[in-house]
């Protein structure tokens, strides 16, 4: 039998593993949760890596900029974006319309240190990469950016055109 004040003890251990999925803007961004919850968007909704069709390497530096900075997909395809660092901080990719990005930038200059990981999101701590799985399921001109703060500031996104 274990004794009340161990209980309390694995009680709050057990409960604040709730807040694990989520992450800063610092170096401990190497692992992105295994399983996120997909949620509709108005710019699609995260994939599922079986039904990868096409792969786009984008490449992200401290010039602040993407390259490529624009792309295009067809409605209904699931792509894996593969985001790589070549610099030497943290940089990220979060997919959105312009103005959710921008709303989201604001946010980020008086919360820099938020914690938050989505699946339209991927961090990547500098000279590594990661994969980001998105289906896009939305016609329209969509963005993708740098968030944290003062990347956005300095001109780091670009635009993903998803045709009908």
């Avoid at 803007?25 to 699609?44: K, N, V, Y």
């Avoid at 995260?46 to 390259?67: C, L, N, P």
């Avoid at 985001?83 to 919360?111: D, S, Y």
């Amino acid at each position: 039998m274990i004794h009340r004040p161990l209980r309390m003890v694995w009680l709050c251990l057990a409960l604040s593993g709730l807040t694990l999925p989520a992450f800063a803007h610092e170096d401990r961004l190497a692992a992105r949760p295994s399983a996120m919850h997909a949620e509709q968007t108005p710019w699609g909704i995260a994939g599922q890596a079986k039904a990868v069709r096409r792969e786009i390497r984008i490449s992200m530096g401290d010039d602040m900029r993407f390259s490529p900075d624009t792309f295009s997909v067809k409605r209904g395809e699931t792509v894996r974006l593969i985001i790589t660092n070549a610099g030497a901080q943290l940089h990220e990719l979060v997919i959105g319309t312009p103005a959710a990005l921008a709303e989201h930038a604001e946010m980020m200059k008086r919360f820099p240190t938020m914690e938050h990981a989505e699946a339209h999101m991927a961090h990547v701590p500098a000279g590594q990469s990661r994969a980001l799985v998105w289906r896009f399921n939305r016609a329209g001109q969509f963005a993708f950016a740098c968030l944290i703060n003062g990347h956005f500031q300095a001109g780091m996104r670009g635009t993903i055109e998803v045709k009908p």
